[in-house]
């Protein structure tokens, strides 16, 4: 039997792909040609003699090969954190849902345990995974099996936990992605500064436009990278700000509306 490869990486793949073709796309058609037109420009009027003061163009600071990778990589992470903050929101929508369907005053026994799993064990396999419905089931049965209140805690402790730990290790690829970026950039620095060492000796006769160009490429990659980094570190913290309230809010959650309402009988 064949295993399904899972959704989620198929999905990363296609985000990956999907941001290669759109960025390589718009740079090939829009950013490139621009900012070829301007360096001929400039040779030109360079050329002819005329003394002027370049304006800086964002096409010139785009046009690198660095910084293309920069907005590749950008838009993959944009699209990996997307999709797990849209199933972390999904899973707070469980919040407003009474899946436990227990009122205020109302005391629930070991032997009514079966009378509560079972609308959770009803509910969709893909509703069933998300964390409320998972911890509260495991605490339902922890309860039944030990008859212990202080073991259902232990339970939705762990279960949370457990969750915290997993929602951490899948950012790793973002935050691999957020130290590639600005590595990248430091590439483009060394290339701009080694290609401008190698035409030191146009500087010494007078001819310095390729001196600078080169320079320019190692200090554009580099802000790129950079800018781009402080945006991928922010949308990331965002992301593990919304996961770690999601992991609180199931504690608390099982807490007020399934412990307080355990009761042994003696």
Not at 65 to 82: D, H, K, P, Y
Not at 170 to 187: D, T
């Amino acid at each position: 039997m064949k295993r399904q490869l899972p959704f989620e990486l198929i999905y990363q793949v296609g985000a990956l792909l999907a941001a290669v073709i759109v960025v390589h796309l718009v740079y090939i058609t829009i950013i490139r040609p621009q900012a070829d037109a301007i360096l001929e420009q400039r040779a030109e009027r360079t050329a002819a003699g005329e003394v002027y003061e370049p304006e800086r163009s964002i096409y010139i600071v785009l046009k690198d090969f660095e910084q293309e990778s920069c907005f590749i990589l950008m838009f993959w992470a944009m699209a990996i954190m997307g999709y797990k903050g849209r199933n972390t929101w999904r899973e707070r929508g469980l919040f407003q849902d009474d899946i436990v369907q227990i009122s205020e005053g109302m005391s629930v026994l070991p032997e009514d345990t079966r009378e509560y799993t079972r609308p959770i064990q009803a509910l969709p396999e893909s509703t069933q995974n998300c964390l409320l419905p998972r911890t509260l089931l495991s605490a339902l049965q922890r309860f039944a099996s030990t008859r212990n209140v202080q073991d259902v805690s232990e339970a939705v402790k762990s279960v949370c936990d457990s969750e915290s730990d997993r929602l951490d290790s899948e950012l790793s690829m973002v935050r691999y992605i957020a130290w590639a970026i600005p590595s990248i950039g430091f590439i483009g620095t060394v290339r701009g500064i080694s290609n401008a060492l190698a035409q030191a000796h146009r500087a010494v006769e007078g001819d310095i436009a390729g001196v600078t160009e080169s320079l320019g490429v190692a200090f554009n990659s580099t802000l790129i990278a950079l800018v781009i980094s402080i945006v991928i570190m922010f949308l990331m913290h965002q992301l593990q700000l919304i996961q770690e309230r999601l992991v609180l809010d199931t504690h608390s959650y099982c807490d007020q509306r399934l412990l307080s309402h355990l009761q042994v009988r003696d």
